[in-house]
Structure formats: structure tokens, C-alpha cells
């Protein structure tokens, strides 16, 4: 079985940064794709950034791109999302989820099957 447990949000002006942190255990083989995802108020949770861990290849949403960083740290079993330039229209609940496998959409919600409870996000304008 595999646990995931966010850290790291909070509330912030337009502009600022947060590090998300996902704190994972259980067998690493079952997660191997690790993704980030949000979901605002009213609308469908999104993909936002994922990572093969094994060989570190990422992928990124639109919206994001130059704006958010994923990595990991193997030896602490723990994934990052490093968010810059935080807009409003980042508000959201943001999740972690991981997959041993991919389908060749890591940021489809339906591929993941470990999920975390969330790490409230909020930015201010």
C-alpha cells in the first residue's frame, strides 16, 4: 500500500512562491509516476505537473509551464512542486497522486491510483 501526505500550502499574494512537498511510503515500484494535481471550487480537478521518477523525465500543464518546477529527492521518498509566480487563478486544493505505470497521460487524474488529502493553496491578488 502507498501513502501519500502533502505539506507545504498556504496563503500568498500574487507574485509569491510555495513548495508543495508529497511525503510517500509503501513500495517505491508502485509509484513511479508521481503527479500533482489541483482542483478549484465548482471545477473539475486538473492535471498539473508529473514526474517519472525513475529517470527524472517531467511534464507540465499549460498553465504552468515556466511557472512550476516538479522533482523529487529519492532518498526522502518525497516529490516537490515548486510554484513561482503564483497567479489567483492558482487557488486551489492541491493533491498528490502516484501510479506505477503510465499510459502515456501522466496528467490524467484516471491513471493514478494513490492519492493524497490535499494541501489548500490560496493566492491573493
Known amino acids: 500500500q502507498v501513502q501519500l501526505v502533502e505539506s507545504g500550502g498556504g496563503s500568498v499574494q500574487a507574485g509569491g512562491s510555495l513548495r508543495l512537498s508529497c511525503a510517500a511510503s509503501?513500495?517505491?515500484?508502485?509509484?513511479?509516476?508521481m503527479g500533482w494535481f489541483r482542483q478549484a471550487p465548482g471545477k473539475e480537478r486538473e492535471g498539473v505537473a508529473a514526474?517519472?521518477?525513475?529517470?527524472?523525465?517531467?511534464y507540465y500543464a499549460n498553465s504552468v509551464k515556466g511557472r512550476f518546477t516538479i522533482s523529487r529527492d529519492s532518498a526522502k521518498n518525497t516529490v516537490y512542486l515548486q510554484m513561482n509566480s503564483l497567479k489567483p487563478e492558482d487557488t486551489a486544493m492541491y493533491y498528490c497522486?502516484?501510479?506505477?505505470?503510465?499510459?502515456?497521460?501522466?496528467?490524467?487524474?484516471?491513471?493514478?491510483?494513490?492519492w493524497g488529502q490535499g494541501t489548500q493553496v490560496t493566492v491573493s491578488s
Open positions: 497522486a502516484g501510479t506505477p505505470y503510465s499510459l502515456g497521460s501522466p496528467l490524467l487524474q484516471s491513471e493514478y491510483k494513490y
Open positions: 509503501g513500495a517505491t515500484y508502485m509509484r513511479n509516476f
Open positions: 514526474i517519472y521518477t525513475g529517470v527524472g523525465s517531467t
